[in-house]
């Protein structure tokens, strides 16, 4: 199964075999020269990078054209301009190679490339990605969401954060390493713990405030010392109402998902917490927690696999297409 991936600045490649085996994306990132992503600019990055990434994938020597059983793309949520190449490439691709067509949903394709890379059997998924924060966990025939950000998405808040100090796109990795540095040079214990306010409403998180606060601060204080409180403000919250989750409902497995879910000290705090609580927390590598091409087709070889195609004129894009809305109809 192929998958492709075009929900935001990412377009991405990626394949499974039909027993689930994992093949690393062809991917390319779009980067915006200054701000945030331009949906039509993003698209048009994607429209010029699409025949290159095919012909990569079909020059690699793991790659063959035969084995591939059906096409699956991103059908929503996402930005629709980007969506709409996605889903093109996808058409074409199915047409010329005379294989079904299948539309997954973004969201649940991080939850299935996890479970599938970390063995995990019924986790409560906390998915942290730029545009996107939900803690979800499976009951019946969907993955429901138990909570999620009121305003923005973690990662956004990250890279906007970022970008007001000039620090390029993706600002998530950048401000975990200023994180770390402010650790490693023994400040943290030196200096008081600076507070900022902390979003959590019951089930529900909120990021904005956070950033406003983390901004002003950041005007008298070292950048260390702010990213690396920002970042336990924003992480504590997540993992708060992940462990609320797996009280209400039971379940004893955390699974890591979504771009955010890269960095080391989120991991760091699922394993404590989940440890803390006799459960136990997975991550997939990190070129299963971005966006990627992979977990496209991973989603997209369960659907067809339980029988779901997507004819041609079912196929147009959901730009707001929600987690709980997929029928999940595999184990
Ligand atoms: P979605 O469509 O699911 O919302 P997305 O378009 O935001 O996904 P992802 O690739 O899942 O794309 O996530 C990108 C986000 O992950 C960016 O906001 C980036 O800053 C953040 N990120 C990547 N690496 C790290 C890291 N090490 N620490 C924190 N954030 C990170
Ligand atoms: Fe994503």
């Not at 063995?119 to 499976?138: H, K, W």
């Not at 902390?198 to 529900?204: E, I, P």
Request: glycine residues 10%; aromatic residues 6%; charged residues 20%.
């Amino acid at each position: 199964m192929v998958g492709v991936e075009s929900t935001a600045h990412t377009l991405s490649l990626g394949f499974v075999g039909e027993d689930g085996e994992l093949f690393s994306s062809e991917s390319a990132l779009f980067k915006p020269e200054q701000g945030g992503i331009h949906p039509r600019e993003a698209a048009d990055h994607h429209s010029v990078m699409a025949p290159k990434l095919i012909s990569s994938l079909l020059s690699r020597d793991d790659f063959s054209r035969d084995d591939i059983i059906g096409v699956s793309f991103s059908q929503g949520p996402g930005l629709g301009p980007c969506l709409r190449i996605g889903a093109s490439v996808a058409r074409s691709l199915s047409s010329v190679w005379k294989v079904p067509l299948i539309g997954v949903n973004h969201c649940v394709a991080h939850i299935e490339v996890g479970r599938n890379q970390t063995g995990c059997e019924d986790p409560v998924l906390l998915y942290a990605s730029g545009g996107n924060t939900q803690v979800i966990a499976r009951a019946g025939d969907r993955y429901r969401v138990i909570g999620e950000t009121l305003d923005i998405g973690i990662g956004n808040m990250l890279d906007k954060f970022a970008r007001h100090h000039d620090i390029a796109f993706p600002g998530g990795p950048e401000i975990e390493k200023l994180s770390s540095r402010w650790l490693e040079s023994g400040k943290a214990e030196e200096y008081e713990f600076l507070q900022l306010p902390y979003g959590v409403h019951g089930t529900d998180l909120a990021f904005s405030g956070l950033l406003t606060s983390a901004i002003s601060h950041s005007r008298n204080l070292p950048l260390e010392q702010v990213c690396f409180s920002l970042q336990e403000h924003a992480f504590a919250s997540c993992i708060e109402v992940a462990e609320r989750a797996m009280a209400h409902t039971g379940k004893s497995e955390l699974l890591l998902g979504g771009g955010v879910a890269c960095n080391g000290r989120l991991r760091e705090m699922s394993r404590i917490m989940c440890e803390e609580r006799g459960g136990k927390s997975f991550w997939p590598e990190k070129q299963y927690c971005i966006d990627n091409g992979t977990m496209i087709a991973e989603l997209g070889r369960k659907e067809f696999l339980s029988g779901r195609t997507t004819p041609i004129d079912e196929s147009s894009i959901d730009p707001s297409m929600r987690t709980d809305s997929s029928i999940i109809s595999w184990p």
